[in-house]
């Protein structure tokens, strides 16, 4: 999955606007694409928006909430919008600036005294923008085990102190490196700068106003809404409703709950540069905040392309950023399991595309290509078949994933029968920032679990001396690991290095910044 998504991902960022007349799209043509996009990828239900210069070109639901029940998606059906939400928090921070409240050059220290990071400078010196900007230093998804999968006992109280047990991968400030946890500290930061959790702020500082009225931040309120979609995934080749990933403490990097038909608002006052209402007669924030939000603050390194003619690729406030012949794309995707979203504006076209969906296995593929196709036809480029190309590149993607992790456990199916000292890795081991890991017998076999993500709990396989297969109990997401036991002079497990096993592993399952070491 995360090979394919960079594929497109990359593809997304380098779509070209030509300087010619901008063709138009119709909503039968969306209508078709669509339908053809959700049968040839086999997703299960997804819904589609689209704003031009202020007006709603379609906004309509396809395919099933449910597989089970069979219900239908509609243009009020809500999904979780996942990364997408990191947009959200972006401007409720806008709006505490206009107040006074705060300002972006604050140090993080000023609002978060006990926060602390991997080293004293860093920690004196990282402000809010440094929050939301993905340049701390810190390698991609660092510290998202403690909310992948849901489940666990990790609050706002460990994410603001567990920097500090964090090897920096490039100096501060210097590097992209796509983070999570650090969109979670700017939502403490909402709540301690306004006095009000961070879901009530946005609820009432952004939803409510803008007319988002079936939005949410509140997941109980939501999962008690019939018209909200379930997730579904991928398991022993069919397609099954999985469980909601559900963690409140996370909601500013990723938790709200909403759909297209009041994505169309939030769009809107994007391209209005903060202004809404049907006469643009107020303001969610300034335009110099929209400019600031759309400013690059860490560049990436953008590939050449004959035909979108893009020059820069970075991130700005909540945003990626890139050039197309001229113009700019704004764009931000999400995924949580089971669940995909994507928003793409270009400002210079007055459009905004909003799509999502609830499936995990080529849900990213659906958003990806649809949207391209769509923006080709807006840009008058010519036409390329965008959902054939996305069905065949996630076939060989997932045949070459799957090989690799069938390799692995047809080598532990061929050492079943090796005899091992089990007793010499049985222990509780820890972490300084992810806790305690227990390994342990359950009957005969040896198996480990994590004692504050209770959901990762496993059966070890052998897979080679002192290296384990696990199978995690979890199978909602594709994370099962290696565990590699270190051994002292006496023979006995000192230590434990875990890596994911499939080349596809999502990027928050960052086993390999555990360094668990057996507790005396």
Not at 78 to 102: H, Y
Not at 153 to 166: E, N, S
């Amino acid at each position: 999955m995360k090979v394919f998504k960079r594929f497109l991902f990359t593809a997304l960022f380098y779509l070209g606007i030509s300087m010619q007349i901008f063709a138009q799209v119709t909503a039968l043509e969306v209508d078709s694409l669509m339908e053809t996009a959700l049968s040839k990828l086999d997703v299960t239900g997804a819904a589609i928006a689209i704003v031009k210069d202020g007006k709603v070109v379609i906004q309509k639901g396809y395919g099933f909430r449910d597989i089970g029940t069979k219900s239908q998606v509609n243009e009020h059906t809500n999904f979780q919008i996942a990364s997408t939400s990191k947009a959200f928090t972006v401007a409720a921070l806008a709006i505490l600036v206009e107040e006074g409240k705060i300002r972006l050059e604050d140090k993080v220290k000023h609002h978060i005294p006990e926060f602390k990071m991997y080293n004293d400078y860093v920690t004196e010196n990282m402000n809010i923008t440094d929050l939301l900007t993905h340049r701390s230093g810190l390698g991609l998804g660092a510290g998202d085990l403690m909310f992948f999968p849901d489940g666990g006992d990790f609050g706002v109280k460990d994410v603001v102190r567990v920097f500090q047990y964090f090897k920096p991968v490039s100096a501060f400030r210097t590097q992209f490196d796509y983070d999570n946890l650090l969109y979670i500290v700017a939502g403490e930061v909402i709540h301690r700068a306004s006095g009000q959790p961070f879901s009530t702020f946005v609820e009432n500082r952004i939803l409510m106003p803008l007319g988002m009225s079936r939005s949410k931040v509140d997941k109980k309120a939501m999962l008690k809404d019939e018209n909200t979609a379930a997730p579904h995934s991928l398991i022993a080749k069919k397609v099954k409703r999985i469980n909601f990933f559900e963690n409140s403490e996370s909601a500013a990097a990723g938790g709200i709950y909403s759909n297209v038909a009041d994505m169309t608002q939030w769009m809107s006052v994007q391209l209005n540069r903060g202004k809404y209402g049907s006469n643009l007669d107020s303001t969610l924030f300034s335009a110099a905040n929209s400019k600031r939000m759309w400013t690059i603050h860490t560049p990436m390194s953008a590939e050449e392309s004959k035909r979108y003619k893009s020059h820069f690729l970075g991130y700005g406030l909540g945003w990626f950023l890139t050039d197309n012949s001229g113009c700019m794309v704004v764009s931000h995707s999400g995924y949580v399991p089971g669940m995909h979203a994507e928003v793409i504006l270009v400002p210079d076209l007055n459009l905004g595309i909003t799509i999502l969906n609830n499936s995990d296995h080529s849900g990213g593929a659906l958003n990806h290509v649809v949207t391209n196709a769509i923006l080709d036809k807006y840009l008058g480029l010519s036409e390329l078949k965008w959902v054939d190309m996305g069905v065949n590149f996630l076939k060989q993607n997932k045949d070459k994933g799957d090989a690799e992790t069938e390799k692995v456990w047809a080598k532990t199916d061929s050492l079943k029968n090796q005899k091992i000292d089990i007793q010499k890795y049985i222990g509780s081991y820890s972490d300084r920032w992810f806790g305690e890991v227990q390994v342990y017998l359950k009957g005969k076999e040896l198996w480990i679990r994590s004692v504050r993500s209770p959901k990762l709990n496993g059966r070890m396989y052998l897979y080679d001396r002192d290296i384990f297969a696990i199978r995690w109990d979890y199978q909602d997401m594709n994370c099962d690991a290696f565990a590699t036991f270190t051994l002292n002079k006496e023979g006995k497990a000192e230590s434990i290095k875990m890596k994911g096993i499939s080349p596809d592993i999502d990027f928050s399952f960052d086993f390999q910044d555990l360094d668990l070491r057996r507790v005396r």
